[in-house]
């Protein structure tokens, strides 16, 4: 089993729907970042947490701590959105800036 | 500022030859962590270096190399290149590495022929 477990790993959806992605991690950690990556490969972070939520324009995350729980949310989605999102985490019992990833989730909004 | 810096983007090796990629954190970064991303197996850690020092190491074999210069420059090294090899390789910078966002470069796609 995946320490760092994403769903659903494709998801699909009509301009303007309300998205979620949602993941599961099985060990302590220190931080837990969401990151885009575009066709191309280049990677842009999107959020860094360690507890409660953030949000940058139509993005949302949350965390939650005792769960071991975090998801992502895109409102009002576009099909610039369509990319994959992966999910990260920094575990506890490893110093400095090591990153355990999730398996990915290819979103494709459809105009 | 500029972002991240890796180079080259692109890479056609032969089996058994050799490759040395270079990344470029973001000024005043002192971390750098490299990754591979394979489509069977996802982004993997290969290894971070922080102040010319190797501070974590992931499960690859000794083919893999890095270093990490005074200017906080990074290069990784696959010796004897195998088909397998072929990946994106992705470098991060952070400041100063644990909770502390991480930088993405845009790779560098080797294909090993």
């Known amino acids: 089993k995946n320490e760092v477990e994403q769903s659903p790993q494709n998801l699909t959806a009509q301009e303007g729907e309300f998205i979620t992605i949602n993941c599961s991690y099985s060990v302590g950690i220190s931080a837990l970042h969401w990151l885009q990556q575009h066709p191309g490969g280049g990677i842009v972070s999107l959020f860094m947490l360690s507890s409660g939520k953030k949000k940058h324009g139509r993005l949302i995350a949350t965390i939650n701590i005792q769960e071991k729980h975090s998801s992502l949310h895109i409102t009002a989605s576009h099909p610039r959105d369509s990319a994959v999102y992966i999910c990260a985490v920094r575990p506890l019992e490893t110093s400095g800036s090591r990153l355990t990833f999730g398996e990915g989730t290819q979103l494709t909004v459809n105009p | 500022k500029a972002g991240v810096t890796q180079t080259p983007r692109y890479l056609i090796k032969t089996r058994g030859q050799q490759v040395t990629l270079s990344c470029s954190p973001i000024?005043?970064?002192?971390?750098v962590s490299w990754y591979q991303q394979t489509p069977g197996q996802g982004l993997q850690f290969l290894f971070e270096?922080?102040?010319?020092?190797?501070?974590n190491k992931g499960n690859f074999p000794g083919r893999f190399s890095g270093r990490q210069f005074s200017n906080s420059r990074s290069e990784m090294n696959v010796s004897t290149l195998e088909l397998g090899d072929s990946a994106l390789y992705l470098c991060a910078s952070s400041f100063l590495g644990q909770n502390t966002e991480a930088f993405f470069g845009q790779g560098t796609r080797l294909t090993v022929v």
């Open positions: 270096y922080f102040s010319e020092t190797q501070r």
């Open positions: 000024s005043g970064h002192r971390s």
